[in-house]
Structure formats: structure tokens, C-alpha cells
């Protein structure tokens, strides 16, 4: 039986709703992996990677539902942007794993702990990296087809704007890491990452507004949605989210509400994110396919999406049970929260 359009619909946003939440959990511990060098004293990465060990392994779920459900969903897509981006997609599955060894192997101290340390930040900067080289070659719309198979060159995705928007999410990940840190941690931590998130902030911010002065550009689809009326009056909400959310990023930096700059920098991503959708709606593969075009089976559709149904419940359930068992904040000699 053919595919029911509305179910596309269901599994485009199922794919949006579980990206969102990987960026966002997953987001802020590789940030505070990218800024672990950066600071000066032990102790203090001690207290950044004692915030993490309740909450990292399980925010990869997502990662691995998202797989899932772009294969169970859209297999024609999945496809074409498996073999278009074998390479930066492995080097990401490789900084993840480095890390994950590096997190278990630092914590059991030894002449090798420096060296376990620079694996830790440096796996969690490469998977940033080409997690964000990916988005910039996807938006893009730089994937070659013929007959419905990726025909392209191992190295398409690798451009000037996909290596910036590659930095834009380490510096957005970092931005997520240090306001994870300011509310999570005190004393010379917090401190560190106060002054840590400004400059990120600012590579950030350099970073959206290239993607939104570039996309339009590459993809006319695009700048008619955002120049054309009235689509232009229900999109513009989204770029108005985003500056107020980093305006008050930047200003809770220095105030008291620590949970703030946290929740600005999520705000942030999850706006960004809305218009990086909305741009390529209803686009499977901008300039390749739509998500009509892309999907599953009627069958495969009815089967996935009632295991969603039933599974992702019971996920956000323990995943947010987790976050309330270890509330709270992690400070230097403390053994856990």
C-alpha cells in the first residue's frame, strides 16, 4: 500500500522534535567538552566532567532514535545522504566514541590522565564539527543524484560555508556548555564560564548570520519564503526569537539568575533550528526531494510510528526523571551532586 501523506507529515516532525532534543542535551555536554582544555586548574575540569557523568551517556539516545527514524521514515533520503556524507558522519561516530572511552578512562586518574583529557575535548569538537559540516552541506542543497542515487564526490559536503557552519556549532555548542556550567556549578567554574560564553557567543552569532544570508542566496525556494508576502509575516517571529534570545544570553552573563544564559542558549537553538526548517520545508533533500516523495510504506509508517508513540514517552520519562534525581549543583571536593 502507498504512503499516507499525513504520516510524512508525522515522521517530518518526529525527525524535527528528535533533533531538536539531541542538539539540545547533547549539545551542552559536547560544549562543555570543547571548553574543557580551557581551563586552568584540574579541579575545576574535575567539577566539568563530574556535571556530566549522570546525563551524557543517556543524551545520545537521540542521536540513535534520530537514525532510526529517518531510515524508518524517509529511506529514499536516507539513501542519499548516507553515501553524500560517509565521511563526516564517520569521523562524528568516531569523536563520540573517543570521548565516551576518554570519559571513563580519565576518571581513573594515572600518567595518562592528560592525555585521556585532550581525547575527551577533542572527540567532542570533532563530532561538533562535522555534525555542524553536515548542516551546511545539507542546506545547502550540495548532493548530487542520478536516478535516484547519490552520484556525487566523497568530498561535496567539505566547502568554505559547510567548514564555517561546522565552527558556528562548536561555538554554539560551547555557548550551550558554559550555561550549562553557570547553573549547574559555582565558584572558579562558574567563573571560567561566564567568560568562556561571550566569545562563543559572538563566533554564534557570526555563524547565524551567515547561514541566513547564504541560504536564500543558494536556494531561491528559500528566499521566496522569506521575502515574499505573507509567508514573510509568519516566518519573521523566528529571527526575532532568535536576536532576543541572544541579547539575553549576553545579559545574563552578569546576572544573578543563573539558570538564565542556559535557557537563552537553548531558546537560541531551537529558534535557529525553526528557521533552518521552515526554509527547506517541505524538502526531504533541498532541490532533491519532498518529504511525499521520500517517505516509507503505509505499513512501515503505521508499525514506526506507533513504536514512537509508545517509546518516546517512556524515554523523556526516564531522561527527565534523571535530570530531577541529580539536581542541583556540583562543586570542587564534592563526590557526586
Known sequence: ???????????ACATAFVIALYVTLDG???????????????????????????MWDGNETWLVLGGMVLLAGFPAAFSILLPAFY????????????????????????????????????GAALAAFCQGAVLGAF????????DGRFSGGTFD????????????????YAVLGAGWLIWRTGGEVQEFARRAARPALLVTAAAIALVSAWTPLSLPSVAGKWFSWPSMATLAPLPLIAVAAWVTAWRSLSAQREWLS??????????????????????????VMTIWEATSSYRTQVIVATAL???????LAYVGYSYWVFRGKVNAGASGY
Open 87 to 122: 565521511v563526516p558522519l564517520a569521523l562524528m561516530l568516531f569523536g563520540l566514541v573517543l570521548r565516551g572511552i576518554a570519559f571513563e578512562f580519565r576518571s581513573q586518574r594515572g600518567r595518562f590522565e592528560l592525555a585521556w583529557s585532550l581525547a575527551f575535548s577533542g
Open 309 to 315: 508513540i509508545v517509546i518516546v514517552p517512556i524515554i
Open 139 to 146: 542546506i545547502t542543497g550540495r548532493i548530487s543524484v542520478t
Open 262 to 287: 542556559f535557557a537563552a542558549s537553548i531558546v537560541l537553538f531551537l529558534a535557529s533550528l525553526s528557521g533552518i526548517g521552515a526554509s527547506i520545508w517541505p524538502a526531504a533533500i533541498p532541490g
Open 28 to 54: 551542552f555536554d559536547l560544549g562543555v567538552g570543547i571548553l574543557f582544555p580551557f581551563a586552568q586548574r584540574t579541579d575545576d575540569r574535575d567539577v566539568m566532567m563530574r556535571s556530566l557523568e549522570p
Open 1 to 11: 500500500m502507498t504512503s499516507h501523506p499525513d504520516l510524512a507529515i508525522f515522521f
Open 157 to 172: 559536503w567539505l566547502t568554505p560555508f559547510s567548514v564555517a557552519t561546522g565552527f558556528g556549532v562548536v561555538a554554539g
